[in-house]
Structures are given as C-alpha cells and as structure tokens.
C-alpha cells in the first residue's frame, strides 16, 4: 500500500499516523506537505491527520481545507481512492466538502482527552471491514472541537444510508445521535474524531485502532 500523509501548520499527528501505517503495512508513507499541489503517483491512500492546523483559528480546519494538496484530495477521492481523516482531518474534510456537516465546540466547552468507547455501527466499508457490527471498541479521543452536527435531514440520510461508521457509546462531547465517525456516499472517505493511531500496541493501552489500518492494507492491496 503506497500511503501519503498530508501536514499542515500546527499538525501534531502526522508522525504518529505514518508510525502506525509504517507498522502495520511495513512501508513508510510519503509525508506531503500542505503547499503541494499534487500528491506521489500511485497513492492508494491519503491520510490527513489530528493536530490544531493554523492553530484552529477561524475554525478549526477551515483554513486548511483551502490549501492546495486538498484540490488534489479532492480529485483523487472522486476517483476513488481512500481518504482518511482523522480528529482536525475529520474537521478539514467536512470543511473541504467532502463530507457532510461540522465539527463545533464541544458541548462541555472543554478540552475532552481521553479513552472513549465506540461502537461499530457499518463494518462494510474499506475502512471498518477488519469489525464486527455492533462490537463496541476503546479508542482514544483528544480534541476541543468535536462536537459533530448537521440539520435533521442529513443526519437522517446518512443514518439512512448506512454511513455512519461509528458511535460513541457514551457522552463525550455532545455530538448529534452520539457520532463519531462517518462514511462519504461512495464510501471510501472515513471522518473520525477517535484517534486509532494511538491504540496500535498494548502498551498504549489497548490495540483497538489497530484493525482499521490492517483492514485497510487488506481492501487496498
């Protein structure tokens, strides 16, 4: 799998995301920066990462959906290749339309860092193929800004759809119907606010974010 991971300014997760990727597909991603306009030949997935990109000014991913690699994000994922955001990534991504609604201020108005459940709720995905519907998992959350919304008919056609990947078993930081990571239409974009790179090994606490990676290397390859 030729995997390329996107920074931007104030990104914070790039290197863990290329760890994990390297560790579960043995080969080391291409770190594109955020002033590329075009992404390496042959890229079967595109990785954008959590971080606090343009130190969240204006809102958070707004910014960095307007730099120039996310035109050729853009492209590629209408070709169907694999995009994966993840916490500011899931963030960039709706901000770039590719996926639909927001991600607002958490409800608590707090910083929330910490172990999450999630249940799985489409395992049919590139994404989440490597699951179980209906499992519940434990991934880590870190994020200011995860509060996920949109109007009541969006939330009921991507229920509708089955493109709601996962859901929060519990509260965390109010998003609508307990979101926490949704599918684009043709499935092969994943928005996420769990960070799955950070549950690879035990001794992280858990290897939960472990099969997302290897269920991808599996689709992809």
């Given amino acids: 799998m030729k995997a390329a991971v996107v920074t931007f300014p104030g990104s914070n997760c790039d290197r863990d995301l290329a760890v994990a990727i390297r560790e579960v597909t043995g080969r080391a991603p291409a ?3 955020h002033r590329d306009s075009i992404l390496p030949a042959g890229t079967d997935l595109i990785a954008i990462p959590g971080g606090f990109s343009y130190g969240d000014y204006l809102r958070s991913g707004a910014m960095a959906a307007r730099s120039p690699i996310m035109r050729a994000v853009a492209e590629a994922a209408g070709k169907g290749v694999p995009v994966l955001g993840i916490c500011n990534g899931f963030q960039v991504l709706t901000e770039a339309g590719l996926l639909p609604g927001a991600l607002m201020r958490n409800a608590g108005l707090s910083f929330v860092c910490r172990p999450v459940g999630l249940k799985v709720e489409n395992n049919q995905s590139i994404f989440t193929n490597a699951y179980t519907v209906g499992e519940e998992i434990t991934v880590p959350v870190a994020h200011h800004d995860g509060n996920f919304q949109a109007d009541a008919a969006t939330l009921d ?5 089955g493109r709601v990947a996962f859901r929060y078993t519990g509260e965390v930081n109010g998003s609508a119907r307990s ?3 949704i599918l684009n239409d043709a499935g092969n ?3 996420l606010m769990p960070h799955p790179e950070r ?3 035990q001794a992280h606490g858990g290897t939960d974010g472990r099969r997302l990676f290897e269920g991808l290397l599996e689709a992809v390859a």
């Fill in 31 to 33: 770190m594109v920066w």
């Fill in 199 to 201: 549950a690879l090994e």
């Fill in 157 to 161: 056609r991507i229920e509708g759809e």
């Fill in 189 to 191: 974009v994943l928005g």
């Fill in 179 to 181: 979101i926490a990571g």
